[in-house]
């Protein structure tokens, strides 16, 4: 058996644009068996659903799973129809009609399953036989990083400079969720997360409403194969759900790469069915027999049983090739359809892959590039101080919204006192150098001091608790002020006992900030102890602020109250060292 142990959620291929619509399929209610159906109702349901016998209808039902299968391939991953929408929709209502008529001849693979199905309490756990592992990121953005690795490569299989060059295969790096599929002869039979890349959650029913991901291989096929790669949400996607999201008054994503996981891991696929995503192939999970000999070939063959593959991929040889290709890639960054923040460096040969190994948890035979960081100009609107959950007080900056990294950005910390003062020199009102970080923490990188407005003034931390009013110390080792108040401080309290009901603390289930901020405000709780001497009449009565009115509202709802209760009382069963750590 041959397997192979990388993946990392890094990377895809552009594709080409697709056109702006979206295939919409007609829900078509099926009439009663023992009726016979009109002309008008055989149209409808599509050409002789209703009226094809039960010897007739296995053979027909596998026609339509054929072509309609092909047709979506046609359509969403190489963006040439061959059919128009309304014969998409006549064969897809005909076979849901077939289906309502013979559910016992139901495929698992049927397309019609695209579409979603029940909601579900939630996702089981599923053990990765092959583990799902990271890869090393050279830190260095320059061609120093490609040479690094290409270095480490070389000693490690002993080669001299006088030795040919080392063959890569060249990719792209996606922020997305690294999703495993399982086929087992042929059928997409298990589709699971990464998770801590040695066991994931199961999320079949939704990978199954991605359309350019195959429900059925064609061809000769191992037994057993396991596709890994990325599952992505293109930008126009992105700001499509957001715009929709904001139209029904919920709150949009972040950014694209928490749209995708969001989508992907929700209860109910029906719901991971209105939203578009991707998915792109890039690596070997488990597999039964031989499967290619080089990377580029299992690329290839990934692209020949119909998966989307990188498009923007080379096979080159030499540190060099590999810098020109981060080069070439960075320079198409800006107008690619969705978010990268590197390329992907692979040994090409899965001989020399196996012979190179492990080291850690990472392989010795491929490297994540990344880019530098985005920078943006913004302006400090104001400089606001959070406590802490241990009373340390956090200065940070209030910025005009700024678009950078692929992310809307509103604030960034400032550390401390110091930092604003003496490092940056921050005012109110200053225009400033922002960048996320690693791509992901906003941080401000110096001030565009020859913009400053007249009249600002130098930042000075309180001298006493924002939240509480008490006093404030300085921790004159860690440059760090600190309110005094421990747990009378609200803002220390809460933060508290978010951190004392944390899935590494105490592990109870349904206690968020929000359900936090509830309870301490309406004076339920004022330590953790508390938490165990709540009653389910005291957390649906209702708010202190609606107790009076003609409709008051309720604290929590039944149910949800009930569910809480039955999670703490869940939570006293522990071990010391997970009790000790909930205490903080």
């Known amino acids: 058996m041959m397997t192979s142990l990388f993946n990392d959620n890094e990377e895809a291929a552009p594709v080409k644009a697709k056109p702006k619509r979206t295939r ?61 929408d309304a014969e998409y929709d006549r064969a897809f209502n005909e076979l849901k009609a077939l289906e ?28 990765h036989d092959v583990p799902m592992l990271s890869i090393h990121t050279e830190t260095d953005f320059s061609a120093a990083g490609a040479a690094a690795f290409d270095e480490r490569v070389r000693s490690a299989l002993g080669l001299s400079p006088q030795d040919p060059p080392v063959e890569y295969d060249c990719e792209l790096k996606f922020d997305g969720l690294a ?94 069915a209105q939203r578009t995503l991707h998915f792109y192939a890039y690596s070997l999970g488990e597999v039964s027999e031989p499967f290619a000999e ?161 009249g600002t003034k130098v930042f000075e931390m309180p001298h006493v608790c924002p939240i509480c009013g008490s006093a404030v110390i300085r921790d004159e080792e860690e440059k760090d002020m600190r309110c005094t108040g421990g747990l009378v401080c609200p803002a220390q309290m809460k933060l508290s006992i978010v951190h004392f009901a944390a899935r590494r603390a105490m592990g109870i289930d349904g206690l968020g900030e929000k359900i936090v901020d509830m309870l301490v405000d309406e004076g339920l709780v004022k330590t953790p102890a508390d938490l165990f001497g709540l009653t389910l009449e005291a957390l649906t009565a209702p708010t202190t602020a609606t107790a009076g009115s003609e409709k008051p509202e309720k604290r929590m709802g039944p149910k949800a109250a009930a569910n809480l209760l039955a999670s703490i009382q869940a939570s006293s069963h522990t071990t010391l060292a997970r009790f000790v750590f909930a205490l903080g």
Request: charged share 25%; hydrophobic share 40%.
């Open 179 to 272: 999703t495993n599929l399982r086929y087992e002869k042929g059928v997409l039979t298990e589709a699971s997360t990464r998770g801590d890349g040695v066991e994931g959650e199961d999320v079949t029913a939704n990978v199954r409403t991605i359309r350019t991901i195959p429900l059925r291989l064609n061809g000769k096929v191992p037994d057993i194969l396991e596709v890994r790669g990325e599952c992505i949400m293109h930008k126009a996607d992105f700001l499509a759900l957001n715009a929709r999201q904001e139209a029904a008054g919920e709150k949009p994503f972040a950014n694209p790469r928490n749209a995708a996981a969001g989508s992907l891991r929700q209860l109910d696929s029906s719901v991971t």
């Open 294 to 454: 080089t990377q580029s070939g299992v690329l290839d063959r990934f692209a020949e049983l119909g998966f989307p593959v990188a498009h923007m991929r080379e096979v080159v040889k030499g540190p060099e090739a590999l810098a020109a290709f981060h080069d070439k890639v960075a320079a198409a960054r800006a107008s690619l359809p969705f978010e990268i923040d590197g390329v992907v460096y692979k040994v090409n040969s899965l001989e020399l892959e196996e012979e190179l190994g492990f080291i850690a948890r990472e392989p010795r035979w491929a490297c994540a590039h990344k880019y530098p960081p985005e920078e943006v100009l913004t302006q400090v609107l104001g400089i606001d101080v959070q406590v802490g959950r241990t009373g340390r007080l956090t200065p940070v900056a209030r910025l005009a919204p700024v678009y950078v990294g692929g992310v809307t950005v509103f604030n960034a910390t400032l550390h401390n006192e110091d930092h604003v003062v003496n490092d940056l020199d921050l005012r109110v009102g200053d225009t400033v150098v922002l960048r996320r970080a690693g791509d992901v923490i906003p941080e401000i990188l110096r001030v565009v001091k020859e913009r400053r407005p007249a």
């Open 100 to 127: 309502a008529r013979f559910p016992e001849l139901k495929s698992r693979t049927s397309p019609t399953l695209r579409v979603g199905g029940a909601v579900r309490t939630g996702f089981k756990k599923v053990r």
């Open 24 to 84: 919409k399929t007609v829900k078509a209610a099926a009439a009663p068996a023992s009726e016979a159906a009109t002309p008008a109702q055989a149209s409808f349901f599509g050409g002789d659903a209703q009226v094809l016998s039960p010897d007739q209808a296995p053979a027909r039902m596998h026609e339509l799973e054929t072509e309609l299968e092909r047709w979506n391939y046609e359509y969403y991953v190489l963006d040439e129809p061959s059919v128009p």
